[in-house]
């Protein structure tokens, strides 16, 4: 949960990072120092490289899982031309590398040089049929009609135009071509805690300052058939996580809740109660992500 806050965009459209605390924003909202109580060491206190996130996002179970019915849902086969839009710094490449030789191209686009710059690092590009480049997805470096599979994930939560970028994705498209889509719905996101109030100050925090399009989970399919895809499938993908540390690396929960007092949305001691429950008390937590296919 780490991209473009909705009050303080921060990051271009095309890219992802992926982190659930959102970028250090301009104005209030950047607090650096920690909140007076004290903050359990379970936590995470430094914000990872965007790169470093994706890569080790795309390893986790919960990473694993989804992008396997991403993998599925493309339908893939020897030959295929396939776009990877916001492809960060190219942890998905190989495997569509891999499902479209021989023959294929793979195409990873993205604004921000230095995922491209990790991908390069990482050798992804030196794999046959694999091309970097770099491009925002409002704005695709392709002719019309000239792939036939296209994917994007975790990527329009945090863009300008969700709707202009699926008719980007529709137009490079060939007919009957398919584009698989993931993102969550923030909405869906719950944290236990003893305190439901706090719950919910910490997750309208989440949905209304830090995800610039926090709903776009549910709106795919509408905003898919907005420009002209049909669509055969949706896939949800509820993520649990009874580990308070594997769900730290995805949500950032003390970097979060800083911010949450920056905001005014939590007092520092109602920070240090919720980040001492989850630290100490039993912890669960779980989002909804939806795998959207559709055709052109």
């Known amino acids: 949960m780490d991209k473009n806050s909705r009050d303080a965009p921060h990051r271009v459209a095309g890219s992802r990072s992926g982190h659930a605390e959102g970028p250090p924003p301009r104005g209030r909202l950047c607090l650096t120092e920690p909140v007076t109580s004290p903050v359990p060491s379970v936590f995470e206190t430094t914000r990872p490289a965007s790169a470093d996130y994706l890569t080790r996002f795309a390893a986790s179970d919960a990473g694993r899982d989804y992008k396997a019915r991403m993998l599925d849902a493309l339908d893939l086969r020897a030959g295929l031309s396939v776009l990877d839009a916001g492809c960060g710094p190219g942890a998905d490449l190989p495997a569509l590398a891999e499902a479209v030789a021989p023959g294929g191209t793979v195409i990873g686009v993205d604004r921000d040089q230095e ?93 209304e300052r830090v995800i610039r399009n926090a709903a776009i989970g549910r709106q795919l399919a509408r905003l898919a058939a907005d420009a002209g895809f ?36 939590f007092t520092e001691a109602q920070a240090g109660e919720w980040l001492d429950h989850l630290a100490h008390g039993p912890f669960f937590a779980s989002a909804t992500l939806y795998v959207v296919v559709a055709e052109a």
């Open 115 to 207: 995922m491209l710059d990790a991908a390069a690092e990482a050798h992804v590009a030196a794999r046959p049929g694999v091309e970097l480049r770099r491009a925002d997805v409002h704005a695709l470096p392709l002719d019309d009609a000239s792939v036939d599979r296209a994917r994007t994930d975790r990527v329009l939560q945090w863009v300008e135009d969700p709707a202009r970028a699926l008719a980007e994705f529709h137009r490079v498209l060939r007919p009957g071509g398919r584009l698989v889509m993931a993102e969550p719905d923030w909405d869906t996101l719950v944290v236990d805690h003893p305190d439901p109030a706090l719950s919910r100050a910490y997750t309208r925090h989440v949905t």
């Open 230 to 265: 049909r669509v055969p499938e949706i896939i949800p993908a509820t993520q649990v996580f009874r580990d308070v540390r594997a769900a730290d690396r995805v949500f950032g929960f003390e970097r979060t809740t800083r911010r949450a007092v920056a905001a005014g949305d």
